[in-house]
């Protein structure tokens, strides 16, 4: 139905394991899912922090967008030329 609605199924088109699907931002429930999962088997704590960010960062400030992570074009001056085409305003 998802294809079908963006144009993207055709009559007689075949729908197996082949088939690549853009899924999006449901990646994050898909994520947030295995992460869980692992929690639930104990073999990962949601308030262990992650050595990669090299801050007191937590899976569960991850999970739930409190972290205080931004996209790089938030940093940039709003003002800035580079502001606006990273914001695909240019």
Not at 48 to 59: F, G, M
Request: glycine residues 8%; proline residues 3%.
């Amino acid at each position: 139905l998802f294809g079908h609605s963006c144009g993207e199924a055709r009559e007689g088109m075949a729908f197996d394991e082949s088939t690549i699907h853009r899924i999006y931002s449901m990646t994050k429930m898909v994520t947030t899912v295995a992460i869980l999962q692992l929690v639930e088997r104990g073999k990962l704590g949601l308030d262990e922090t992650v050595p990669e960010l090299h801050s007191k960062v937590t899976i569960r400030q991850l999970l739930t967008h409190t972290a205080g992570l931004t996209y790089g074009f938030w940093d940039a001056d709003p003002t800035s030329p580079d502001a606006a085409t990273a914001r695909g305003y240019r």
